[in-house]
C-alpha cells in the first residue's frame, strides 16, 4: 500500500505546484501588461463595434444578393410556366382537331353504310359457310 500513497502524493505535489505556477504567472502577467483593464477592455469595444459594422454590411451585401436570385428565378419560373401552358394549350388544339376529324370520319363512313343498299345473303354471314355435321 506504500506504493499507491506515494503515486497519490506525488500526483498532489504536481497539481499543487502547478496550481502555484500558474497564480505566479497570472501575477506576471497583470504587474506587466502594457495597458491597463480599462484601456483593454475599451480596445477590445472598440474592435468589437468594427466588427460588428463589417458583419451587418455583409449581411446587407448578402440580403440584396440573395433578392436578385430570387427575382431571377422567379422570372425564369414564370416563363417556363407560360411556355408549358402554351405548348400545353397547342396540344390540346391539335388533340381536339384529331378527335374531330377522327369523328367525322366515322360519321361519314356510318351514314355511307347506311345510305347502302342491302348486301347479299352470302356477305351477311360474314363470308363463312355453313357446315352441318351429319
Known amino acids: 500500500m506504500k506504493d ?16 502555484i505556477g500558474g497564480s505566479i504567472g ?10 491597463s483593464g480599462s484601456e483593454l477592455r475599451g480596445d477590445i469595444a472598440d474592435a468589437s463595434r468594427r466588427n460588428y459594422g463589417a458583419t451587418l454590411e455583409k449581411a ?3 440580403k440584396d444578393r440573395s433578392l ?3 427575382r431571377t428565378v ?16 397547342s396540344g ?5 382537331d384529331a378527335v374531330s376529324e377522327a369523328a367525322g370520319s366515322v360519321v361519314d363512313r356510318i351514314e355511307r353504310i347506311q345510305g347502302e ?5 352470302k356477305q351477311a354471314g360474314n363470308g363463312r359457310k355453313s357446315t352441318s355435321i351429319a
Request: a negative charge.
Open 4 to 19: 499507491g500513497n506515494t503515486c497519490e502524493h506525488r500526483i498532489a505535489y504536481k497539481l499543487t505546484y502547478l496550481l
Open 68 to 70: 436578385d436570385v430570387i
Open 117 to 121: 343498299p342491302d348486301l347479299p345473303s
Open 60 to 62: 446587407n451585401e448578402l
Open 92 to 96: 390540346k388544339e391539335v388533340v381536339t
Open 74 to 89: 422567379k422570372d425564369k419560373t414564370e416563363s417556363a410556366y407560360e411556355f408549358a401552358s402554351d405548348k400545353l394549350a
Open 26 to 35: 497570472a501575477v506576471l502577467a497583470l504587474l506587466f501588461a502594457p495597458k
